[in-house]
């Protein structure tokens, strides 16, 4: 069983930046995949970016040059660095990680970009 946490969201203006963090606890399997997904107000929820044990890492068109996802393997944590953010990247956010059997998810982070 894995555990995550995140934390880092909240209000900012149209481009500004927030740091999203989510550490994962609990499993004596090894993670995988991690990655961020968001769900805004009346739509589906959405890969926002992802990156492997290895550092291979994936992102959503809308997002790409101005989000970073990185992971510290050592401490089970993985971050998305985000900025110049737009209305339109308002959502919660949530933290994934995948191990060779399950998958988990965060509770969600809360991101708001007031126009």
């Known amino acids: 069983q894995v555990h995550l946490v995140e934390s880092g969201g909240g209000l900012v203006q149209t481009g500004g930046s927030l740091r999203l963090s989510c550490a994962a606890s609990?499993?004596?399997?090894?993670?995988?995949?991690m990655g961020w997904h968001r769900q805004a107000p009346g739509k589906q929820r959405e890969l926002v970016a992802a990156i492997t044990e290895t550092g291979v890492t994936h992102y959503l068109d809308s997002v790409k040059g101005r989000f970073t996802i990185s992971r510290d393997n050592a401490k089970n944590t993985v971050y998305l660095q985000m900025n110049t953010l737009k209305p339109e990247d308002t959502a919660v956010y949530y933290c994934?990680?995948?191990?060779?059997?399950?998958?988990?998810w965060g509770q969600g982070t809360q991101v708001t970009v007031s126009s």
């Open positions: 609990g499993s004596g399997a090894s993670i995988n995949a």
């Open positions: 994934a990680a995948e191990t060779h059997s399950d998958a988990y």
